[in-house]
């Protein structure tokens, strides 16, 4: 977890480019905005219960219970867009999480659910085998996928990897826009996108590092607080729509478009 000590500073924004007119973004600011009104039934939360269970448990207990930790998975999934009638997800029973939940337990992963990833210097050393573990998921879900039609989405990929290990944020809808209209560009599973997000971490780490104090943040891991920023950016910059209130935040519950 990240340890909130550092005190707000004047460098804790982040100029984003985009074809608007657009002040410095407070990365507080943005992270109070997505988390204002929530309470315990918001579907953001089912994030954090999904998270909560796998880092409150060691690995030998969670593959005993790989069961529960499947079911777990998968009610974070569907109420956070994954089981609309566009994916393949729906077809299936819990039953389908469980070989995902097999190969994230596997020891060679061990070092994604120990550290804080983003928040170390040398972090970027770690980017393969956040690909592998990724990669791995999407091969545990092709065969359901494939015999749906379906392929297995990044954005599918990622949301695992965001509720279960917080090591990555989820590349969905508007985490997506949010990074089109800053320096980070198009968000893509790749080295590259890899390490432009640990960059950002570690140019704003102090933000981020003093945002934590925050109630609504305690406990989050630090991709978790860049996945809400980016998100809550996008949300903002859906063209000709106002800014959104908590109801279209939880926008990403019940959809499943990039």
């Given amino acids: 977890m990240i340890e909130a000590e550092l005190i707000p500073t004047t460098n804790d924004t982040l100029t984003l480019q985009t074809s608007r007119s657009y002040t410095p973004v407070n990365i507080g600011e943005k992270l109070r905005a997505y988390y204002e009104g929530r309470n315990e039934d918001d579907s953001d939360r089912s994030w954090e219960y999904c998270y909560r269970y796998f880092h409150h448990a060691n690995p030998e207990a969670i593959k005993v219970d790989r069961h529960q930790a499947a079911l777990q998975l998968g009610l974070y999934l569907a109420s956070w867009g994954m089981y609309r009638g566009s994916g393949f997800l729906l077809k299936y029973a819990y039953t389908a999480h ?9 020891s060679k992963f061990s070092t994604l659910w120990s550290q804080e990833f983003g928040a170390r210097d040398k972090d970027a050393d770690l980017a393969p085998l956040l690909l592998e573990a990724c990669e791995d998921v999407r091969t545990a879900y092709r065969p359901f996928a494939k015999a749906q039609g379906k392929n297995v989405t990044d954005m599918l990929v990622t949301k695992v990897a965001l509720g279960a290990m917080g090591c990555f944020p989820a590349l969905d809808k508007y ?15 790749n080295a590259a996108f890899i390490e432009k997000i640990l960059r950002f971490c ?3 780490l102090q933000a981020f590092q003093a945002e934590h104090a925050n109630k ?3 406990g989050c891991p630090l991709m978790k607080l860049v996945d809400a920023y ?17 109801k279209k935040q939880n926008e990403r519950a019940t959809t499943g478009k990039k």
């Fill in 230 to 246: 980016f998100h809550q950016i996008g949300l903002e910059l859906e063209p000709s729509k106002p800014k959104k209130t908590k």
């Fill in 98 to 106: 469980l070989g995902v939940v097999d190969c994230l337990l596997e």
């Fill in 175 to 189: 985490f997506n826009e949010g990074c089109k209209h800053s320096p980070l560009g198009i968000p893509k599973l």
């Fill in 202 to 204: 570690r140019d704003n």
């Fill in 216 to 218: 609504y943040q305690m």
